[in-house]
């Protein structure tokens, strides 16, 4: 039996598995998946499961069911390229044929002196488990900061607002304006809301130090209750110690067909691949839809395209709280309430779709 593994299932991985299962898969491939935890997480919603809006398990999604699936509930400690393994935490070795990487990222803390000890995040569910019960814990008109003002950081302070009126929350944004990497007018839609809502954002802001109860913008202190970090990511740290080409941002390089240039059975999916879009779930899935067509080829022996077709976004939706929102489809920029119904609606659509 030829041995497929894959690492991780975030949205690449879990696409994956979608596609292969139940009838896709050759009868002479077994899958082994390797992750944490027992369930597929929608880590598109763990702003509201840290703001307390949104229950543990409804960001659950359960795995395929197939005899062909072998799946290992474990940490990765290595990968090891050269003896085609992949190294667990409780020792064992993996052997594998061909490899999916898709570990996803983790913060980013660009050197800022505490940042990494005194700050909570919302890239993993564990770490999200671990903000919600600190901002729950928080004392009654406490103070809540919240740095990096992108989708993550936008989506966060907006839904603490609504499940914590009682708080003061502070939004640290290093440009002029909050996503400032959207058009004008929905930057400054978004910016207004925090104004109407009592969200003081602080533009312009260069978080220099972070310590237990207080952060530094520009060296000066603001004290805080708790400090969330929305600022930035990077590969896991097992990527980040592959020897293999990466890009400024030390996602891996990989060919048009998604594998390393070096190895035709290694494939990396999603945050941690070098790609010409920003990383999201959107991207990952696209990327996956790919790789199982390639996977397909190789499995029956046919040539590979030299090029695959540009994977197309449909647009990117966020939310202000429960009743508005943003989007941008193409070049039409939603404002209020439509954006956050068509959210909530696309949320339903990938939950059924994987048979939650």
């Known amino acids: 039996m030829k041995k497929l593994v894959v690492l991780g299932a975030g949205y690449g991985g879990m696409r994956i598995l979608q596609r292969l299962l139940p009838n896709d898969l050759p009868n002479d491939v077994e899958i082994t998946l390797i992750d944490r935890l027992p369930y597929h997480c929608l880590k598109t919603e763990y702003y509201a499961l840290a703001a307390g809006t949104a229950a ?88 809540v900061s919240i ?7 936008v989506e966060l302070a907006s839904e603490l607002r609504e499940s914590r009126p009682d708080l003061t929350i502070k939004l640290f944004d290093r440009g002029e304006i909050i996503l ?24 312009k802001s260069n978080i220099t130090k972070v310590e237990e109860g207080a952060l530094y913008n520009h060296d000066e202190r603001v004290d805080t209750d708790a400090v969330i970090w929305t600022a930035g990511i990077q590969p896991v740290e097992v990527v980040r110690n592959l020897d293999v080409e990466k890009d400024k941002q030390g996602r891996v390089v990989l ?9 035709e059975n290694v494939f990396v999916v999603g945050d941690c691949a070098s790609l010409p879009h920003a990383p999201s779930a959107q991207l990952a899935e696209g990327q996956a839809e790919q790789i199982v067509t390639i996977l397909k080829k190789q499995w029956n022996n046919e040539p590979l395209p030299e090029e695959l077709p540009r994977i197309k976004l449909k647009g990117v939706l966020g939310s202000l709280g429960k009743k508005h929102g943003f989007g ?24 059924h779709h994987s048979g939650s």
């Open 180 to 203: 400032s990497m959207f058009p004008r007018r929905l930057s400054t839609y978004v910016q207004n809301w925090f104004i109407d809502h009592g969200v003081e954002v602080i533009n």
């Open 255 to 263: 060919t048009p067909q998604h594998f390393l240039p070096t190895d």
């Open 56 to 143: 543990d398990h409804h960001l659950r999604v359960q795995f395929p069911e197939d005899s062909r699936l072998n799946i290992k509930y474990e940490t990765i400690s290595e990968i090891h390229l050269n003896d085609k393994t992949v190294e667990l935490s409780n020792g064992e070795f993996v052997p594998y044929d061909q490899l999916i990487i898709g570990l996803g990222c983790e913060d980013k803390y660009h050197g800022v002196p505490g940042a990494k000890e005194h700050t909570y995040g919302i890239q993993t569910m564990e770490a999200t488990r671990r903000t919600y019960e600190a901002l729950n814990n928080i004392r009654p008109q406490g103070v």
């Open 328 to 351: 941008l489809m193409g070049e039409r920029t939603l404002l209020g309430r439509v954006p956050r119904v068509l959210k909530s609606g696309v949320l339903w659509m990938y939950k």
């Open 147 to 153: 740095v990096g003002a992108g989708l993550s950081g």
